[in-house]
C-alpha cells in the first residue's frame, strides 16, 4: 500500500481536509496528494510566508515560477494538484487567490504506445527462470503477473493488489475490490490464463499462506511482489529478450496492448468496435467511454507502426536476406 503523503506547513490542516474531501468523492487521490505535497514543502520554505487560511496570486505564481525545469507534464500534474486546491480554499475563504487555467501553454500530449506482440510476451515469460535463477517462486510469480496483465488489461497496482478470495476459479473471474477512483469490478479471465493461475497456486502453496487475503503474487516466503520488483524484473526481461526502445516498455503497455489486441480482434470479426467500446471500458475499469477512446487513436498509432515496418521490409532487399 502507498505511504499516504503528510502535510507540514500553515496550510496542512486545509490540505488533508481537501485530500478527505476528494476521497469521499470516490478518487484514491494518492498520487495527486504526493504532487501537493511539493508546494506544501514550497510554503515551508517560502521566506515570511505564514498564512493559515489563504492564498496570495503572487505565493502561487512564485511556486509555478519553481517548476520550469520540470518535463511538460510533470510540471502540468503538479500544478493542476495546486490549481484544485486553490479552488477548494477559496470557496471557504473568497479572499484567497485561485490558480488560473492559462497559467501554462497548453502542451499537446502525444500518445506513448509499445508494441508488444503475443510471441514476444510468451518470450517474456519464458525468460522469467533466466533472469531470475535460483529463486523459482519469484521467476514464476513474475512469468504470470506478465501473462495476466496482458490477458486482462489489468493496472499494475491492481494486479499486485490481487488476494486469493479475489479469485473465482469456477467462474473464470479475477475480483478488482479498488481499482482506479475506487471502482470495483470483476476482470474475466480467458481458459488459458485460469490454467496458469490454477498451475501457479500450487507452486506458491508452499511458500505463503492460503488464507483469502494472502496476496496473489508472492516474491518470497510470505512476502507480497512490489511494483518496484515488478518493473526492475521486467525491465531485465525486455532486455534478455531484445524487446527495447527509447525509453523502454513499461509493465503498463501491456495493459495498452491488452486493449489493441482486443480492438484487433473485434476488427478481425467484422463486429462493431464503437457498440462494443463500452464493454471494453468496463473490463478496463474506466469511468466513462472517453478514456477508452483514447485506444481507438493508440490502435491506429500501432497499425501505422506495422505498416512502415512492412514498408520498409518490402522495399529493403537487405531486410528481406535477414
Not at 500553515?10 to 494518492?30: C, H, I, N, S
Not at 480554499?89 to 473568497?94: E, T
Not at 487475503?213 to 511482489?225: K, N, R, V
Amino acid at each position: 500500500m502507498k505511504k499516504d503523503t503528510e502535510f507540514h506547513s500553515a496550510l496542512a490542516p486545509r490540505m488533508r481536509e481537501f485530500v478527505d474531501f476528494k476521497r469521499m468523492q470516490g478518487y484514491d487521490y494518492t498520487d495527486q496528494a504526493r504532487t501537493l505535497g511539493y508546494f506544501d514543502r514550497f510554503l515551508v520554505e517560502e521566506p515570511g510566508w505564514s498564512h493559515d487560511s489563504a492564498l496570495a496570486l503572487e505565493t502561487l505564481r512564485r511556486y509555478v515560477d519553481t517548476t520550469e525545469g520540470l518535463k511538460p507534464f510533470t510540471r502540468s500534474t503538479r500544478i493542476s494538484s495546486v490549481r484544485e486546491f486553490s479552488r477548494h480554499l477559496h470557496a471557504r475563504n473568497q479572499h484567497s487567490a485561485v490558480l488560473s487555467r492559462d497559467v501554462l501553454p497548453r502542451v499537446r500530449r502525444t500518445e506513448r504506445f509499445f508494441l508488444i506482440t503475443p510471441g514476444q510476451v510468451a518470450d517474456l515469460m519464458g525468460a522469467a527462470a533466466t533472469v531470475l535463477p535460483g529463486d523459482g517462486i519469484r521467476a514464476r510469480t513474475v512469468s504470470l503477473l506478465i501473462g495476466v496483465l496482458y490477458s486482462t488489461g489489468l493496472r499494475i497496482s491492481e494486479a499486485l493488489d490481487l488476494t486469493l478470495g479475489d479469485i473465482d476459479r469456477e467462474r473464470s473471474t479475477l475480483h478488482v475490490a479498488r481499482g482506479k477512483f475506487a471502482k470495483e469490478r470483476l476482470a474475466p479471465m480467458s481458459a488459458s490464463t485460469l490454467a496458469a493461475v490454477t498451475a501457479y497456486l500450487s507452486v506458491r502453496e508452499p511458500h505463503a499462506g492460503n488464507c483469502p487475503g494472502s496476496p496473489l503474487f508472492i516474491a518470497s516466503h510470505d512476502t507480497a511482489l512490489t511494483r518496484a520488483q515488478a518493473y526492475r524484473h521486467f525491465q531485465r526481461m525486455c532486455q534478455r529478450c531484445g524487446i527495447l526502445g527509447d525509453p523502454l516498455p513499461r509493465l503498463h503497455d501491456l495493459r495498452h496492448n491488452y486493449a489493441c489486441r482486443r480492438l484487433a480482434l473485434w476488427r478481425e470479426a467484422g463486429l462493431d468496435i464503437e457498440a462494443l467500446l463500452p464493454v471494453l471500458a468496463t473490463a478496463m475499469g474506466h469511468v466513462n467511454i472517453l478514456a477508452t477512446q483514447r485506444y481507438l487513436h493508440i490502435d491506429a498509432i500501432g497499425l501505422l507502426d506495422a505498416s512502415e515496418k512492412f514498408n520498409t521490409y518490402s522495399t529493403n532487399p537487405r531486410e528481406q536476406s535477414k
